[in-house]
């Protein structure tokens, strides 16, 4: 009943930004019901959590690997959920995907109900 679009990805040369962008759409899409998050998977690795965002956008808590680099926002209004990267390293490297859950009780780390495809990053050194 949610779909997620992530777009953004690309090449870029290690120390640049990109921001990445998650579109959530369904039958009865509520901006407000949902906690955000996104995770991200490299190469031959389990898929990392990065950070996420509350329903209201009051409340954000990041990985340690991201902390201070990366920033998550949301507009409920467009039912869009960002990710800005800066300082970008090579081993940021990764498909990054976006994640959707309107439980109530859901952990800041999931699980996670709603997943997108993934959009590819690749920061080059």
């Known amino acids: 009943q949610v779909q997620l679009v992530e777009s953004g990805g690309g090449l870029v040369q290690a120390g640049g930004s990109l921001r990445l962008s998650c579109v959530a759409s369904?039958?009865?899409?509520?901006?407000?019901?949902?906690?955000m998050a996104w995770f991200r998977q490299a190469p031959g690795k389990e898929r990392e959590f990065v950070a996420t965002?509350?329903?209201?956008?009051?409340?954000?808590y990041y990985a340690d690997s991201v902390k201070g680099r990366f920033t998550i926002s949301r507009d409920n209004a467009k039912n869009t959920v960002y990710l800005q990267m800066n300082s970008l390293k090579p081993e940021d490297t990764a498909v990054y995907y976006c994640?959707?859950?309107?439980?109530?009780?859901?952990?800041?780390?999931?699980?996670?109900?709603?997943w997108g495809q993934g959009t590819q990053v690749t920061v080059a050194s």
């Open positions: 965002i509350s329903r209201s956008g009051g409340s954000t």
């Open positions: 369904g039958r009865s899409i509520n901006s407000y019901r949902y906690r």
């Open positions: 994640a959707a859950d309107d439980s109530l009780r859901v952990g800041r780390e999931g699980p996670y109900l709603y």
